[in-house]
């Protein structure tokens, strides 16, 4: 298990430098130029660019920028700075980070809840109506493209019926994010449905379940421990790495609902060719997604006794 | 139809109950599946008994409505698709079909237990074997997880699990064949039930293993006093273990006798089908009888005796006529306990 473990870090050396270095080539052959962008359209003379852009390190090759980028991040836990502001992109992370972590975490437990409940509804009555109506609920959601959904909801609850506050203040309050978080955890809610469904519908007709109706046991105890046992092991490993996506992926929802988060930063980073700002978000990101990955793996064998990591 | 009547004389039941009779006795049981491509008809009309300490083999091609039976008894068919249109299954003089759920659930376990053919996938493969086999007691007697641990552990020693305190926490898949087809059956002794229903227990087995798991089941069935419904199509275990046999085909029962006459005798063409096809060490060189054609159609049994189509001795009577399972005499007209045939020419097969 331990060397396991110490295999999958080391994995992530190469993982780790890859993605950042494709994203910093990327951002690099974005078209505009960040410290033209600080003087608007008023212009400035050359040499003040000039002189600007070596402050920064912008003048040197692309593989010698990277190198120091990569350096700072490894010896002094340095992100680089938002050029525009001046802040450190640790700072911007800061303070972005804790709304999507609230954003993501809110999602993350309507989709288990409702994802977990529906699924399970339509896999003990595989076939029925039940069954039936949780199938095009799902496939409704899922055929919605996010963005479309965002501005229904937005549309007839904010517009419309005026419950909600049409964008997210500042504090991202609990209550404010409610409806971003349904409609950041809509579609992970219904493929929660369908993949529990599926496999709850699937293990009730294995022969272990016969067994455990032939002990005698209460429907109960059936259900709750020899099916759901069985069943919640592939959910599992699907929560584990859309916990990850979550936190990243909120881009369009962010932006719909105005909600200062990682998704909104990044996107406001593009916007203004901030090369290390989103460098720095990027590899947080890619950062958490390799652990959360990481994680499942390791809770995969805590689940199912048959796997075992040498 | 007429049931097995009683051929091994066996102690009374051993838990202290007034009822006189058989322990099981299934009466006229009728079922059936509802598919898309129509009615199957799995079991059509079986009739048997069982007495505490005794063993019923009952024997059967795959198809024949064997395991079938053994479902309904136990109260583990799939409704729907599965479905009882008729018939009786009396456990100790009660009804079990007309029981309510909460009733039937109070016997199975712990009156009527059952052993199944695949253990590796009749157990459940995330959690351990200790938890499974404890759960009975949990459940049904209310110990502590820790009680139930130890009993655990006493029901592996008993069915002769090496090491038995070590490898309570392991789970199924870390055990041999012959060693989780041992922990199946300890599941089904845990609460020392008055019937134990064995569908196949040797069949994932190889045959030094089977054999093991045969004294054994047999053994504890002695020691126990336990009525005990062999399912299986492997004739020559049945041999060693069966008080009395029950031949199935299409969901009926073709033959029944006491074991060591059915041998000797067959009195159904089907059952000695079966036997002529058992490769023999003195008949090197010939060719193997082999019964010929496939078993029947479930959902379009053939008219008259549904073996017609098979049998060798087929008349005109056998595509027209079931035949009823009727009493096996002796040339001279005098009974042999225990035999019954389903067949219109028995005569001919046991004397001829």
């Known amino acids: ?310 | 139809m007429t049931t097995i009547d009683k051929t091994a004389e066996v102690p009374s039941a051993r838990s202290g109950d007034d009822h006189v009779g058989p322990l099981l006795e299934v009466r006229d049981l009728h079922v059936e599946f509802h598919t898309r491509d129509g009615v199957a008809k799995a079991v059509n009309g079986v009739n048997y008994s069982v007495n505490a300490g005794e063993t019923l083999a009952v024997l059967g091609e795959s198809g024949s409505g064997k395991s079938v039976t053994a479902q309904a008894v136990m109260g583990i068919l799939d409704m729907p698709p599965g479905r009882i249109p008729q018939g009786e299954i009396f456990f100790r003089g009660q009804d079990m079909l007309k029981m309510s759920y909460e009733e039937r659930r109070s016997i199975r376990g712990q009156k009527i237990a059952m052993i199944f053919q695949d253990a590796l996938s009749s157990l459940n493969p995330v959690l351990t074997v200790g938890y499974q086999l404890g759960e009975m007691f949990r459940v049904h007697q209310g110990l502590s997880k820790k009680e139930a641990r130890a009993k655990a552990i006493g029901l592996m020693d008993q069915v002769k699990i090496p090491a038995a305190a070590a490898r309570v926490s392991d789970y199924p898949h870390q055990f041999s064949g012959g060693m989780r087809q041992r922990i199946m059956i300890a599941m089904a002794l845990a609460l020392e039930p008055d019937l134990i229903i064995a569908d196949e227990p040797t069949t994932a087995l190889d045959v030094t293993v089977q054999a093991q798991v045969m004294d054994l089941l047999a053994e504890l069935q002695r020691e126990y006093n336990m009525g005990l419904i062999l399912i299986t199509h492997d004739l020559g275990v049945v041999a060693d273990v069966a008080d009395k046999i029950a031949v199935m085909y299409a969901g009926r029962i073709v033959e029944t006798s006491p074991v060591h006459e059915i041998y000797k005798r067959p009195a159904h063409p089907y059952t000695k089908g079966l036997l002529e096809s058992i490769p023999r060490l003195d008949q090197k060189g010939q060719e193997l009888f082999a019964i010929k054609g496939l078993p029947p159609n479930l959902l379009n049994v053939p008219s008259g005796c549904a073996f017609n189509p098979r049998c060798v001795m087929a008349q005109d009577i056998c595509r027209t006529d079931i035949p009823p399972l009727r009493p096996v005499t002796e040339r001279d007209g005098t009974d042999l306990v225990g035999r019954g045939s389903a067949c219109h020419f028995w005569k001919e097969t046991i004397h001829g």
């Not at chain 1, 039940?130 to 007839?156: A, E, R």
């Not at chain 1, 067994?211 to 429907?219: E, H, M, N």
């Not at chain 1, 059936?222 to 490993?237: A, K």
């Open chain 1, 1 to 310: 298990m331990g060397r396991y473990v110490a295999r999958r870090l080391l994995q992530m050396i190469p993982v780790f430098i890859g993605t950042t270095l494709l994203i910093f080539l990327m951002v690099y052959t974005l078209p505009g130029d960040p410290v033209r962008g600080l003087f608007g359209d008023k212009g400035a003379d050359p040499a003040t660019l000039a002189a600007m852009r070596h402050q920064l390190g912008l003048d040197q090759p692309i593989l010698v920028q990277y190198w120091e980028y990569m350096k700072g991040i490894v010896l002094h836990f340095d992100f680089g700075t938002q050029i525009a502001s001046g802040r450190p992109v640790t700072d911007v992370l800061g303070d972005a980070f804790p709304v999507t972590l609230r954003l993501a975490g809110m999602a993350f437990v309507i989709e288990i809840v409702l994802g977990l409940g529906l699924g399970m509804a339509a896999g003990l009555r595989a076939g029925r109506l039940t069954d039936n109506v949780v199938l095009v609920l799902t496939l409704l959601i899922i055929s919605i493209p996010v963005f479309v959904l965002g501005f229904i909801v937005k549309s007839v609850f904010a517009f419309e019926l005026g419950w909600i506050a049409p964008n997210v203040s500042n504090d991202a309050t609990w209550g404010e994010l409610v409806a971003p978080a349904i409609v950041l955890g809509s579609l992970s809610l219904a493929y929660v449905a369908r993949l529990t469904r599926t496999t709850m519908a699937e293990n009730l007709r294995s022969d272990y379940m016969r067994t455990a109706v032939a002990k005698g046991l209460p429907r109960r105890r059936i259900v709750g421990v020899h099916l759901m046992r069985n069943s919640l092991i592939p959910v599992i490993t699907f929560l584990g790495t859309d916990l990850g996506a979550l936190m990243g992926g909120a881009v369009v929802t962010e932006g719909l609902f105005n909600v200062k988060g990682i998704g909104g930063t990044i996107f406001e980073s593009i916007v203004r060719r901030e090369g290390t700002t989103l460098v720095g978000l990027v590899t947080v990101l890619v950062l958490v997604y390799l652990f959360m990955s990481l994680l499942v793996d390791l809770l995969y064998a805590v689940l199912d006794p048959r796997i075992r990591y040498a």
